[in-house]
């Protein structure tokens, strides 16, 4: 039993099994007495037109009459032949070992005479001249017989009966073999159902005890087990599931960790963020309240130092909430009707100068047009900021960094080039993640905080565009977004 509930082939050959001997069964029961009914009707109309036969033959129910006739008759048919006249004495029984030749004088009844099946209606009833017939044990003639007896006329007068008995053996024997028949039928079913359920085993045990193997290893946390299951059937469908599950889970798994790592190391950025401007800031106060600057324009220029520390701390705070804003979709947005090449023009201008003092070639390229989209113009502006800003600084001294707009049938489209270092591909998929920097060191001079992009791309993704970037290492970057009109 307890194997029996571990394998669903087992379940299977057994319902099989039982199947096809329930339905032989049935059908063997059914055949035998469809078989039987047959052959008893096929006997009884054969005996019946016999006995009509022999109930012609002349003087059969006088006891003085020559019977080598009959003799010869039963010999030939095997059976027993019975005469009996109008009060139920058996005038001749003659076939089957019986021998009684003229023995009405005898006055042997029909009825009650060793264990003869005739009761007194039946011969009532064949004296009616009725035709009445008897099938079963007849032990008087050592067998199982069909008995048909039909009336004797004599000028329209029923004066008595002749009672034909054939032996049932043959029908029996057949019917043996029926039933031997179906018994081997019934081998060869449960040989095939073990066949099949080998086959079974192959398309449904197998992939299924694969299955069982890849779910544990997911469970084990190995999310790159695949199955291999090729059939389209519902075992089929339930692989293809699993696989896209693992699949899934190994993404999602894979996404958590990164984002896992991603905070710890901001968890760390932060803090160093936060202490150098916080070190500076209390030195440079500490400095102060020592009296150590001398001159007005030393203390003015420690102060200068300080404020900067602080918008710096501001802006980190500012960003982080922005963005957690944006991300929790509670950002609201101002919108309105604006050009594009107006919003970039005037960040291009706060760059200029910047540019200038880094030698670095700026240019701003887009052919007339009304680049009207409808955005939050501050929004759209930050990302400006943000690609431009990140531009300018990863560009050395001598560089170039182009901003180009570009109109189309339903979208505008702003790509910030520059001359900078490029990205790695790897890295590519990865700079869009809060707090991801490509160079850890860089965040200690650069002041960047790793946000810049998460940002532009949450709020390009609230206008229904999209943001993207090509890049090859040596060759510089380009960033591109695209803003539906
Ligand atoms: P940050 O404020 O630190 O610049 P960003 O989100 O803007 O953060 O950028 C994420 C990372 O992508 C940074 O480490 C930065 O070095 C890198 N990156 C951004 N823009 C460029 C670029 N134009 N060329 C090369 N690297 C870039």
Redesign the pocket.
């Known amino acids: 039993m307890n194997i029996l509930r571990r394998s669903v082939v087992l379940k299977l050959w057994l319902i099989m099994v039982t199947l096809v001997l329930i339905i032989l069964y049935i059908t063997g029961v059914l055949q035998t007495a469809k078989l039987r009914q047959l052959y008893y009707n096929q006997q009884l109309e054969l005996l019946t037109g016999e006995a009509k036969h022999i109930s012609t033959i002349k003087n059969i129910n006088d006891q003085n009459m020559n019977v080598n006739l009959l003799s010869t008759l039963a010999g030939a048919f095997k059976g027993n032949i019975m005469v009996i006249n109008k009060q139920g004495y058996i005038v001749h029984c003659i076939g089957m070992g019986m021998s009684m030749k003229n023995v009405a004088g005898e006055k042997i009844s029909v009825v009650g005479h060793h264990d003869l099946p005739w009761k007194k209606s039946d011969l009532q009833a064949i004296m009616q001249g009725k035709t009445v017939s008897y099938r079963g044990a007849y032990h008087f003639l050592n067998s199982d017989v069909l008995t048909v007896a039909v009336p004797l006329y004599n000028e329209g007068q029923v004066t008595g009966a002749v009672m034909l008995s054939s032996p049932l053996g043959p029908i029996e024997e057949r019917i043996g073999t029926l039933q031997r028949n179906t018994l081997y039928a019934g081998m060869i079913g449960i040989v095939l159902a073990t066949v099949l359920s080998l086959l079974l085993s192959r398309t449904i045990s197998r992939p299924l005890l694969k299955m069982h193997r890849a779910a544990r290893s997911m469970a084990f946390g190995d999310y790159s087990r695949r199955v291999e299951v090729k059939s389209q059937d519902e075992i089929g469908l339930l692989a293809n599931s699993l696989n896209t599950l693992a699949a899934e889970l190994q993404e999602k798994i894979t996404t958590l960790e990164r984002l896992d790592k991603t905070r710890r190391e901001f968890v760390a950025n932060v803090s160093h963020e936060l202490r150098t401007p916080l070190s500076i800031i209390q030195g440079y106060t500490e400095a102060l309240m020592d009296g150590m600057a001398e001159s007005e324009a030393e203390r003015n220029k420690y102060l200068a130092d300080i404020h900067e520390e602080i918008l710096r701390l501001r802006r980190l705070v500012a960003e982080i909430l922005d963005l957690r804003k944006i991300e929790a979709g509670r950002l609201e947005m101002k919108t309105r009707e604006v050009s594009l090449a107006h919003l970039a023009s005037q960040v291009f201008k706060q760059f200029q100068a910047l540019a200038k003092d880094k030698q670095i070639t700026a240019s701003l390229d887009f052919v007339p047009g009304s680049y009207t989209v409808k955005v939050d113009p501050d929004r759209i502006k930050q990302v400006l900021i ?1 690609l431009i800003d ?2 300018v ?2 560009t050395p001294p001598g560089g170039q960094v182009k901003v180009s707009l570009k109109e189309f049938k339903d979208t505008v489209q702003v790509s910030v080039t ?1 001359s ?4 790695l591909p790897e890295e590519q998929p990865l ?1 869009w993640e809060r707090f ?4 850890k060191s ?2 200690r001079t ?1 002041g ?7 940002i532009a791309k949450n709020i390009i993704e609230a206008h229904g565009g999209s943001i993207d970037v090509s ?1 090859k290492p040596g060759r510089g ?1 380009t ?1 591109y977004f695209v803003i539906p009109k």
Not at 436 to 439: A, G, I, M, N, R
């Open positions: 943000n990140n531009a600084r990863v520059d900078g270092p490029g990205i700079i991801y920097k490509v160079d860089r965040a650069g960047g905080t790793g946000l810049g992009l998460a890049s970057s960033f």
